[in-house]
């Protein structure tokens, strides 16, 4: 079974240009949830989708968005980008059921460099 | 607040020695708690996790973690670390209902001959 997988593995922009992710998730899974890291703030939760549906979001300004398709796959937008913004961009998919019998499976990351 | 910690940033441990890696929490409930390990250039992996039961939790690759409600920890042990596991762990909690998990910062191991 193939995992979750991010593309591109690397990405560099430069300020006020807007960026693209993808993720597609595990076959079957239809919960994919974005988090940001970096080495400062570490990992930190960016919204999570279920059936095409946000069902969480954290605490990011309205320049990050995403959406889900009816295949699951799921892209996150970043617009004027900020340096800050470089970060390793982290997917993680589930079948989407309740947290403590559901495990996370994350993919390699986007790193974004912005400059 | 509520928040979740690791106190150390990074450990530096000889092969075959033994291990612990600190974690603690704080809210007003009991989280869900779980340890993921991070490689270089990788994501993030599941190594256990603990949401009711025996408060000692067995994970892959040798791990353990113990929960310990009265300290508000969840400390990741392993008797005798191998140099693959150098990595960064995560501690990270969770609660029934929401997808979200919060992240502490990491520690990162160090593995010497």
């Known amino acids: 079974k193939a995992g979750v997988t991010q593309t591109p593995r690397y990405l560099i922009k430069t300020r006020g240009q807007q960026v693209t992710l993808s993720c597609s998730p595990i076959?079957?899974?239809?919960?994919v949830s974005w988090y940001q890291q970096t080495p400062g703030q570490g990992l930190q939760f960016l919204f999570e989708?279920?059936?095409?549906?946000?069902?969480n979001k954290g605490n990011f300004p309205g320049r990050f968005s995403g959406r889900q398709f009816s295949n699951s796959r799921s892209e996150m937008n970043v617009s004027t980008l900020e340096l800050g913004d470089s970060a390793l961009y982290l997917c993680?998919?589930?079948?989407?059921?309740?947290?403590?019998?559901?495990?996370?499976?994350f993919g390699s990351g986007t790193q974004l460099s912005v400059l | 607040a509520q928040s979740v910690t690791q106190p150390d940033i990074h450990i530096t441990v000889s092969e075959g020695a033994s291990l612990e890696l600190r974690c603690n929490y704080s809210y007003g409930a009991t989280p869900y708690l779980f340890w993921y390990v991070q490689s270089p250039g990788q994501g993030l992996q599941l190594l256990l996790k603990y949401f009711s039961g025996d408060t000692l939790v067995q994970g892959i690759k040798g791990f353990e973690a113990e929960f310990k409600r009265s300290q508000s920890s969840f400390n990741l042990r392993k008797p005798s670390v191998h140099w693959s596991d150098a990595a960064e762990y995560f501690c990270a909690v969770g609660f029934f209902g929401n997808e979200k998990l919060t992240f502490g910062t990491g520690t990162r191991l160090t593995i010497i001959p």
């Open positions: 993680a998919s589930t079948t989407g059921g309740d947290l403590p019998n559901e495990k996370l499976f």
């Open positions: 989708y279920f059936s095409e549906t946000q069902r």
């Open positions: 076959s079957g899974h239809r919960s």
